[in-house]
C-alpha cells in the first residue's frame, strides 16, 4: 500500500476544497471586499508552477489538487475584476 498516495491525495482534497467556499461567497454576494488581488495573483503563480511541476515529476495528486485550485484560483481573480467597485 501506498501511503504516501493517499496522504498526498487527502491533503490535495482538504486545500483544494477550502477555496470553494470563497469562490462561492463571492458569485453569490458579488462583493470583493476586502479581498486581495495582489495575494491571489501571486497564488496563483505559485498554484501554477506546483501543477507544472507535478506534471513534470508525474504525480497524480499533485497534478490533480493543483489543476482544480487553479481553477478555483482564476474564479477568485475573475470574481476581484468583475465586481470590483470603482
Known amino acids: 500500500m501506498n501511503y504516501a498516495l493517499y ?3 487527502v491533503a490535495g482534497i482538504c486545500t483544494t476544497i477550502s ?3 470563497q ?5 453569490r454576494t458579488k462583493s470583493v471586499y476586502d479581498i486581495s488581488l495582489l495575494t491571489y495573483l501571486i497564488f496563483t503563480f505559485g498554484v501554477a508552477n506546483w ?5 513534470i515529476i508525474r504525480e497524480k495528486p499533485i497534478i490533480l489538487a493543483n489543476t482544480v485550485t487553479l481553477i478555483l484560483c482564476l ?3 475573475i470574481g476581484i475584476v468583475k465586481f470590483k467597485k470603482k
Not at 23 to 27: P, R, S
Not at 51 to 55: A, K, N, P, Q, S
Request: proline share 5%; hydrophobic share 75%; glycine share 10%.
Open 51 to 55: 501543477l507544472i511541476y507535478g506534471l
Open 7 to 9: 496522504f498526498g491525495l
Open 19 to 21: 477555496f470553494l467556499p
Open 23 to 27: 469562490v462561492l461567497k463571492i458569485w
Open 75 to 77: 474564479l477568485i481573480l
